[in-house]
């Protein structure tokens, strides 16, 4: 089971990013696909869920509206499009898979089965 998220770099404020998330070893459509992100000397953040079964997406509060998930079947891969970017979306963001066979939360580390390696994203001037 791999996850391997890319497209991080470094943007101007207000900017543009779009994540990838490429999975493979497992049947995606079992899996919620979850974004978290972790700044430095920060607790890692919730940033979005989404449903591989009917796409629903779900988002932090605080990033919605900016933030858009979506996903490539046929690739396996699982997109978020970070839109307005902050200096304060700074992080190392990872991407996470959930079996939807045992319902846990999705906006929770503990409700992660598997974990990719992060990708860095720095919004500076």
């Known amino acids: 089971v791999q996850l391997q998220a890319s497209g991080g770099g470094l943007v101007q404020p207000g900017g543009s990013l779009n994540l990838s998330c490429v999975t493979s070893g497992f049947t995606l459509d079992n899996y919620a696909i979850a974004w978290f992100r972790q700044a430095p000397g920060k607790e890692r953040e919730w940033v979005s869920c989404?449903?591989?079964?009917?796409?629903?997406?779900w988002y932090s509060d605080a990033l919605k509206g900016r933030f858009t998930g979506s996903r490539d079947n046929a690739k396996s891969t699982v997109y978020l499009q970070m839109n307005s970017l902050k200096p304060e979306d700074t992080a190392v963001y990872f991407c996470?898979?959930?079996?939807?066979?045992?319902?846990?939360?999705?906006?929770?580390?503990?409700?992660?089965?598997?974990w990719g390696k992060g990708t860095q994203v720095t919004v500076s001037s």
């Open positions: 989404m449903s591989t079964t009917d796409s629903r997406t």
């Open positions: 996470a898979a959930s079996d939807n066979r045992t319902p846990r939360p999705c906006n929770k580390d503990y409700g992660m089965d598997y």
